[in-house]
C-alpha cells in the first residue's frame, strides 16, 4: 500500500480545498493510506470520507500567543515532524504558503515533495521573496502540478519541464443532469463573496441587462468569505435599487437542483487558477460566459462559440453583451450548453484520478 500526505492550510469551501477533499477519497478509495496534514480547521469545511486522517500542523492553544517568528518556526518544526512520524511517499503541497512550508521543512530530508500551483503565478508568486524562495526551494520538489499552461509558463524551465497539467475534477453530482425542458428566466453564479470574482462588475453588467430583459433575475449563489465583498454588494445593490432582482442566495451544496435550469451561467472574475464554478456549470450543460481571466483557467475549458463564451476581463460592456446575446438567442444558448456537457469527458472523477495516479507513480 502506498502512503500519500497532502499538506494545505486548512480545508475551508473554496476550490483547492475541494480538489483535495475529492483526491483523498479517491486515493483512499484505491486503497492509498493518505493523511490530511492543515494549518488550522476553519469554522467550516468540507466534509472528509472517514478513511482519510487529518492532523493539524499548525499552532494550537497557548502555542497561538507566541510571537510571529516563533509561531513560524513552530510551523515547520511540527510539519518536519508530521514528516517524519508518517513518512509518506509523497507530500503534496496545495497553495503557495504551504509549497514554500513542505519544502523548507523537509530540508535535508529525502521526502518526495509535489508543489501545486492554484492561482495567478502573477502577483502571487512574482515578489522579491518569491524571487529567492522559487529559485532555491523549488529545485528541491520532486514535481509540479498546474491547471493551465499559462500558470506553467509564467515559472523557469526547471519547472516547466518536471510538471504536468491536471484539470479539477468535477464532483459527480454534477454530471449527467437531464437537459432542462424549459430554463428559467435566470442568470446565475457560484462562488464565494471574494473580491477577485468581482461580483460587482457582474452587477452593474446586468443592470445594463435588466434594462432590455427586466423579466430576468440574477442570482449570486455563494458563501461569505469575510474580506468586505457581500458589504460591498450589498451597497452597490441598494444603489442600484436592484434588490427585486438581483438576489444573494448564500452558500450551498444541492446546487445541482437549483442551478441547471438556469438560462446563463456568468462568471466575471478578474483572475483566478481553474474556477470549479465554470466546470460545474459546463457539466450541467448551462449556457456560460466566463471572462478570459488571468492565467487561463476559462480559456483552458472554453472554445468561444463553441461551448461558451469569453469577454476580457474587466468589460462590463462585453459581459452585458454576451448575457444578453444567450438570453436573445435560445438556439445559441442550447449549442453551447449541450458542447459545454463534454467536459466531463476530461473533467470526469475517474479521468482526473488516473492523471494524478500515474504521474505520483511515476515519481
Known amino acids: 500500500m502506498h502512503k500519500i500526505a497532502f499538506h494545505l492550510n486548512c480545508l475551508a469551501r473554496a476550490g483547492a480545498e475541494r480538489v483535495v477533499t475529492n483526491l483523498a477519497a479517491q486515493f483512499a478509495q484505491e486503497g492509498y493510506e493518505v493523511v490530511i496534514a492543515t494549518e488550522w480547521k476553519d469554522a467550516v469545511e468540507y466534509e472528509q470520507d472517514p478513511r482519510v486522517r487529518r492532523v493539524i500542523v499548525g499552532p494550537e492553544g497557548e502555542e497561538e500567543k507566541k510571537g510571529r517568528i516563533a509561531k513560524i518556526l513552530l510551523r515547520y518544526s511540527k510539519l518536519r515532524r508530521f514528516v517524519k ?9 496545495f497553495g503557495r504558503k504551504a509549497n514554500y512550508r513542505a519544502l523548507t521543512a523537509t530540508l535535508l530530508m529525502k521526502q518526495k515533495v509535489v508543489v501545486c500551483v492554484r492561482t495567478d503565478p502573477v502577483s502571487h508568486y512574482d515578489r522579491p521573496a518569491d524571487q529567492i524562495q522559487i529559485p532555491l526551494l523549488f529545485r528541491r520538489a520532486s514535481g509540479f502540478v498546474f491547471q493551465t499552461t499559462g500558470q506553467r509558463d509564467f515559472f523557469p524551465p526547471f519547472v516547466r519541464k518536471n510538471s504536468t497539467i491536471i484539470l479539477n475534477p468535477v464532483n459527480p453530482k454534477y454530471l449527467g443532469l437531464p437537459k432542462p425542458e424549459k430554463r428559467k428566466k435566470e442568470v446565475v453564479h457560484s462562488g464565494r463573496l471574494v473580491d477577485f470574482k468581482n461580483h460587482p462588475l457582474l452587477i452593474r453588467a446586468f443592470c445594463r441587462v ?154
Request: glycine content about 10%; aromatic content about 6%; overall charge negative.
Open 85 to 93: 512520524e508518517e513518512r509518506p511517499d509523497v507530500l503534496i503541497a
Open 210 to 363: 435588466h434594462e432590455k430583459h427586466p423579466d430576468y433575475a440574477l442570482k449570486l449563489y455563494g458563501a461569505d468569505s469575510g474580506d468586505g465583498t457581500r458589504q460591498i454588494i450589498e451597497a452597490l445593490i441598494e444603489e442600484r435599487h436592484a434588490g427585486e432582482w438581483v438576489k444573494l442566495m448564500g452558500g450551498g451544496d444541492e446546487l445541482e437542483k437549483l442551478l441547471p435550469d438556469a438560462a446563463v451561467y456568468a462568471f466575471s472574475s478578474d483572475w483566478e487558477g481553474l474556477p470549479n464554478g465554470v466546470l460545474e456549470a459546463m457539466a450541467m450543460g448551462i449556457p456560460t460566459v466566463a471572462t478570459d481571466c488571468p492565467c487561463g483557467g476559462p480559456a483552458t475549458v472554453i472554445r468561444n462559440g463553441e461551448n461558451g463564451l469569453l469577454v476580457p476581463i474587466l468589460d462590463e460592456e462585453a459581459l452585458a453583451d454576451a448575457i444578453c446575446r444567450l438570453i436573445e438567442d435560445p438556439a445559441l444558448a442550447e449549442r453551447l450548453g449541450d458542447n459545454a456537457r463534454k467536459i466531463a469527458d476530461l473533467t470526469n472523477p475517474e479521468a482526473v484520478f488516473a492523471q494524478w495516479k500515474d504521474y505520483l507513480e511515476s515519481l
